[in-house]
């Protein structure tokens, strides 16, 4: 693992990059509101996309500044615009970076990361290959869904009974680019346990398939 300084922003934002040997494609995580690129979740689904191959990169998505005012505020957390802008210079960053360059790419969210996700990935149709939502709201995404290319995996807890209602329109404006899977017996955060270990298996079995070369525009 090494750590990086992406400069999409002033002062440039925090990342960890690990690279499994003989990689076959990079998954960039976005974080949902109030969390950070230490998430044990997201950590812990990176940890399970590591031994499937895949290697991961894991940034906070504010500054150091910007997280302290984010706190007392939350105005951040919820501007899925700047927060998309970010994930896509990121994911620009990732295609000139010379160990992660020539790997498809893949956007894996949680929550309002979710949203920011699919945002960037209408946005960088020629790279995002895959995402993948996690207890996400994709409804956020707003008019930007109907232009996500990328397969896209959305999985639910199956006791978070408004993410589900709020998914299942999610999917109807992606279209036929989009899955909606249940796991039944979590909820939001998927602390129950093995239903984290179900969203990792999955999200590694939706990423190497799909990552085999990014899907045109």
Sequence with gaps: MREVSVPVVDGGLVGDVSVPGNAGGMVLFAHGSGSSRHS????????????????????????????ARDEVTAELRFDIGMLAERLAGIVDWMGADPELGQLPVGLFGASTGAAAALVAAATRPDRVGAVVSRGGRPDLAGSSLTGVRAPTLLLVGGLDEQVIVLNEQARDALGEVAELRIVPGATHLFEEPGTLEQVAEQAGTWFTTHLRQPHPA
Aim: glycine share 8%; aromatic share 0%.
């Design 40 to 67: 044990p979740r997201n950590m812990a689904v990176g940890r399970a996309l590591n031994e499937r191959g895949l290697a991961t990169v894991l940034v906070d998505l504010l500054t150091a500044d910007e997280e």
